[in-house]
């Protein structure tokens, strides 16, 4: 609970699926807070952050994709 995740950006496309918590978003500049199973799709080199609003901890899954370079597969995050 309270667990935050710092602005980072990275070159492959993201998917994060928001499985139970209430939880803050910022991508790019959009700021929302969500509380429901949603699914937010992160292209890629954009910034993106979260953070737990409840008390009760936040369950998410993600994963990384990519159209066509898998190079970018192995590149490390960036923090901002």
Known sequence: ???S????????SEVYIQLSGK???I??????TL??????NIPPH?????????KDEANLIY???TSGDN??????AKLL
Request: aromatic share 12%; no cysteine.
């Open 46 to 54: 954009t910034s993106h952050s979260m953070r737990n609003l409840s």
């Open 35 to 40: 509380n429901t199973v949603t699914a937010i």
């Open 63 to 65: 994963f990384w994709y």
């Open 23 to 25: 939880v803050e978003w």
């Open 71 to 76: 190079a970018v597969l192995k590149e490390d």
């Open 5 to 12: 995740y710092p602005a980072h950006s990275h070159p492959a």
């Open 1 to 3: 609970s309270g667990a």
């Open 27 to 32: 991508v790019g500049t959009e700021k929302k």
